[in-house]
């Protein structure tokens, strides 16, 4: 009995480390922008290496790169500034510099109206280089005329989405939660936020706020929390026969 009971609790304890070593990543794009990245384009997806990139890894330890989409062309990851945050942009002015940090006081975009994510075929791909959760997205319609998104739809991993009511943060906007193991990505895999192609009444052009992850337990994790369990039993099962 004291056997399966000092089992039990360091089977417990473990996976207590293991789900309190799972503290969420909170990337808040507004924030970065305003603070330190300053209003920047990125470099798209088939860009040489050498152009800077849109990576989130040397800032919050999270590997995941960022490009614009524009249907099937690419375009450049934009981080907007005055309470924006991240956008896309189909082509730069002449005078923008890629990834420049802290980045520039104006805006980067020809045309400078297009640093949103505006329009059919729009759309912010997120390519994972690990495995994360991604629990939440925070959007924003911070400037456009009615500055909200209630009763809007936006695409998010090839799902419509309506948000209703009004926004959840003042600042952040919109909420939108993942739910059970959908938010769950792996190494290669991709996530598109992307503006809503059906009807035009629901469709509007926003920001990206903000976006909450979560690390993934390791298959080895779940693997040896397993064994443990299957432990208890057999050591509970002995003690009844």
């Given amino acids: 009995m004291k056997i399966t009971t000092k089992l039990l609790a360091t089977t417990l304890l473990f996976a207590f480390s293991c789900s309190t070593q799972a503290i969420p990543t909170f990337v808040n794009f507004q924030t970065i922008t305003d603070a330190s990245y300053g209003e920047s384009a990125w470099a798209r997806q088939s860009d040489p290496l050498s152009l800077p990139r849109l990576n989130l890894n040397a800032d919050f330890g999270i590997d995941v790169d960022i490009f614009g989409v524009y249907g099937s062309s690419e375009a450049y990851a934009y981080l907007d500034k005055g309470t924006a945050g991240l956008g896309v942009c189909r082509n730069v002015s002449s005078s923008a510099v890629l990834g420049k940090h802290p980045g520039s006081g104006s805006n980067l975009c020809n045309p400078s109206s297009d640093d949103n994510i505006k329009g059919a075929g729009e759309a912010v791909k997120l390519i994972f280089n690990e495995g994360l959760q991604v629990t939440k997205i925070w959007l924003n319609n911070n400037h456009n005329p009615d500055y909200g998104l209630n009763g809007d739809t936006v695409t998010i ?3 419509n989405h309506t948000f209703n ?5 003042s ?4 909420l939108y ?3 059970g193991t959908d938010g769950i990505f792996g190494a290669a895999d991709t996530l598109n936020i992307a503006y809503y192609t059906g009807t035009s009444l629901r469709a509007e052009e926003f920001y990206i706020s903000a976006i909450e992850f979560d690390a993934v ?3 080895g994790t779940v693997a040896l929390l ?3 369990m ?3 039993g057999m050591m509970r099962r002995r003690s009844t026969i």
Avoid: R, T, Y
């Avoid at 009511?165 to 943060?169: F, H, M, T």
């Avoid at 600042?171 to 919109?174: A, I, K, N």
């Fill in 177 to 179: 939660e993942f739910s």
């Fill in 217 to 219: 337990p390791e298959p």
């Fill in 165 to 169: 009511g009004p926004a959840q943060n």
């Fill in 157 to 159: 991993d090839g799902v």
């Fill in 230 to 232: 299957l432990g208890i």
């Fill in 226 to 228: 397993g064994i443990g």
């Fill in 171 to 174: 600042s952040l906007g919109w």
